[in-house]
Nanobody, 123 residues
Framework: QVQLVESGGGLVQAGDSLRLSCAAS????????MGWFRQAPGKEREFVAA????????YYADSVKGRFTISRVNAKNTVYLQMNSLKPDDTAVYYC????????????????WGQGTQVTVSS
């Protein structure tokens, strides 16, 4: 079992940056793949980014490539999502996710979910 707690959301203006954090507990963090998803009002939850347990492989949705960066510090059991050049379309609840394999994250079928943190980008 893995427990995930997100933090770092908030209200920012277009063009600003924000860093989300996700603290994990309950299972050996260094051996699980992690990812971020988001869900805007009235829309389905969508994949944002994923990172392998080693941190060596990362994947991004086309809509965030070049603006968002996912990273992890296994010693701190934490994964981050650095979001730059934010746009109003990035407004959503952002969810942290964990899985026993990277494929589960990239196929939008992780094993565990966090509760989410709200990100609002004003124009």
């Amino acid at each position: 079992q893995v427990q995930l707690v997100e933090s770092g959301g908030g209200l920012v203006q277009a063009g600003d940056s924000l860093r989300l954090s996700c603290a994990a507990s309950g299972r050996t963090f260094s051996r699980i793949a992690m990812g971020w998803f988001r869900q805007a009002p009235g829309k389905e939850r969508e994949f944002v980014a994923a990172i392998a347990w080693s941190g060596g492989n990362t994947y991004y949705a086309d809509s965030v490539k070049g603006r968002f960066t996912i990273s992890r510090v296994n010693a701190k059991n934490t994964v981050y999502l650095q979001m730059n050049s934010l746009k109003p379309d990035d407004t959503a609840v952002y969810y942290c996710a964990a899985a026993t394999s990277l494929m589960k994250v990239t196929s939008k079928n992780p094993d565990y979910w966090g509760q989410g943190t709200q990100v609002t980008v004003s124009s």
